[in-house]
């Protein structure tokens, strides 16, 4: 049983382009919403996270949107970059409840950004 | 770089063989992870250590066994691995197993023959 819903599972963005990720979830004990960004060769890491009492988190050129209602929450990367090419994992954690270690992960995304 | 420090990078290993992966932090983290990734899928959870004991541990087979000899340090011991074990295993750490986000290391890449 899938938790988080992760789409699309690869997207090509043009340079300067808005890059556009989304999740879904269905446990609403999920109080935790962390992006990771993971290189090839390298281990997944923090990028941008959220609590549902936000609606929107800016950190440079990354943003989540987050729709509780909806339980959807997404990453825009404004200003796409080659570098920023990876595959991005949104994941979800029930944080109040302690098991922090339990990091649902969606599928991923494999951003390709052509310069 | 990352602050958590897994070695060997890569290791080959035959099914008889007996080896151990390493991590270490120095971040003051009291809760250590292994994670098991297969190649385009996401991160699962193998063992968690909260204050250098094990809590949990997610159904894993016998071959891989834990260890925590001290708050800084995380090892995973194989032994008589299968082909399909083949995978990159990730250490993570964070400051307690509630509130707080995973720092991953960079990972070990395994391949059994």
């Known amino acids: 049983q899938q938790q988080v819903k992760q789409s699309p599972q690869s997207l090509i963005v043009q340079k300067g382009g808005i890059s556009i990720i989304n999740c879904a979830y269905e446990n609403t004990a999920f109080d935790y919403f962390p992006w990771y960004q993971q290189f090839p060769g390298k281990g997944p890491a923090l990028l941008i996270a959220i609590r549902p009492d936000v609606s929107e988190k800016k950190e440079g050129r990354f943003t989540i949107s987050f729709n509780k209602s909806a339980k959807q929450f997404s990453l825009h990367i404004m200003d796409s970059q080659p570098g920023d090419s990876a595959t991005y994992f949104c994941a979800a954690v029930p944080m109040s409840g302690g098991s922090n270690y339990k990091l649902t992960f969606g599928k991923g995304t494999l951003l390709t950004v052509n310069p | 770089d990352t602050e958590v420090t897994q070695t060997p990078k890569h290791l080959v290993m035959g099914m008889t063989n007996k080896k151990s992966l390493k991590c270490e932090q120095h971040m003051g983290h009291r809760a250590m992870y292994w994670y098991k990734q297969k190649a385009k899928k996401p991160p699962e959870v193998m063992f968690v250590?909260?204050?250098?004991?094990?809590?949990i541990n997610e159904s894993v087979p016998s071959r891989f066994s834990p260890e925590c000899p001290n708050s800084s340090l995380l090892n995973l011991h194989l032994h008589a691995l299968q082909p399909e074990d083949s995978a990159l295993y990730l250490c993570a750490s964070s400051l307690q197993t509630g509130g707080s986000p995973l720092h991953f290391g960079n990972g070990t890449r395994l391949t059994v023959t």
């Open positions: 250590y909260s204050y250098e004991k094990l809590s």
